[in-house]
């Protein structure tokens, strides 16, 4: 018996492709690495996979993401953060390309985190479990 070969799903483009277009997050970018010019005082969110695992038995994958927010003021990447917070939670249950999102969990809420690689930056740090079920 042959089985297919497993394609991953890409969770970072899952992330940017759904959370830049929601009305929430407009003006804002929503990338997985900073535009042209970026001093960590525009109003970005930055997605990165930062670990998670695949469970072969359930066939599951559980990426491990964080959402970095910034923006021109803390109040500003606060706000940022909320919204993409929100956003985030509602994944659950919708079909992305190749993957269902089948939960999120928050594994760490919106913590203000500085940038000492950008002194004007404004950042929040949220980070977050999602389980993706590849259709």
Do not use: C
Not at 77 to 95: C, E, K, P, V
């Amino acid at each position: 018996m042959t089985e297919s070969p497993l394609a991953f799903p890409d969770v970072e483009r899952l992330i940017v492709d759904v959370l830049k277009d929601r009305p929430e997050l407009a003006g804002a970018v929503v990338d997985n690495r900073p535009p042209s010019g970026f001093d960590g005082t525009q109003k970005v969110v930055l997605v990165s996979r930062t670990g998670g695992a695949w469970v072969d038995d359930l066939h599951l994958d559980q990426p491990i993401v964080e959402l970095e927010s910034y923006g021109p003021d803390k109040t500003a990447a606060h706000t940022l953060s909320l919204s993409a917070r929100t956003a985030l939670f509602q994944l659950r249950g919708g079909a992305y390309g190749g993957a269902v999102v089948t939960d999120v969990v928050e594994e760490e809420a919106a913590r203000w985190l500085p940038d000492y690689n950008r002194p004007a930056g404004n950042r929040y740090l949220t980070r977050a479990r999602l389980f993706l079920r590849p259709v």
